[in-house]
Nanobody
Framework: QVQLVENGGGLVQAGGSLRLSCAAS????????MGWFRQAPGKEREFVAA????????YYADSVKGRFTISRDNALNTVYLQMNSLKPDDTAVYYC??????????????????WGQGTQVTVSS
């Protein structure tokens, strides 16, 4: 199994930046994808960004493209989400997830095998 711990959430004004991190432990050799999803109050969890663990492929939701950047450090088994030009609509709990052994459609929540506990991001107007 893989355990995930997110950090970096907080309160920021609109236009500001935050960097989230997600550190994996356990059977990390099985990780093929790490992704970020978010869930705002009263809404379903939605895809934000994902990175394949080998190669350079990254994926973004249209709503964050150009503002958010996902990166990874394979040696540390950590994925980061740099969030710039934050908007109040970005307010949500952000979750890190992993796909194990086999890459599947990265934008679908059901295709992830493990989740972190989530970290709150609040953007004030």
């Amino acid at each position: 199994q893989v355990q995930l711990v997110e950090n970096g959430g907080g309160l920021v004004q609109a236009g500001g930046s935050l960097r989230l991190s997600c550190a994996a432990s356990g059977r990390t050799s099985s990780i093929v994808t790490m992704g970020w999803f978010r869930q705002a109050p009263g809404k379903e969890r939605e895809f934000v960004a994902a990175a394949l663990w080998s190669g350079a492929m990254t994926y973004y939701a249209d709503s964050v493209k150009g503002r958010f950047t996902i990166s990874r450090d394979n040696a540390l088994n950590t994925v980061y989400l740099q969030m710039n030009s934050l908007k109040p609509d970005d307010t949500a709990v952000y979750y890190c997830g992993t796909q194990l052994w086999r890459v599947r459609e990265v934008r679908r929540e059901v295709n992830y095998d493990n989740w972190g506990q989530g970290t709150q991001v609040t953007v004030s107007s």
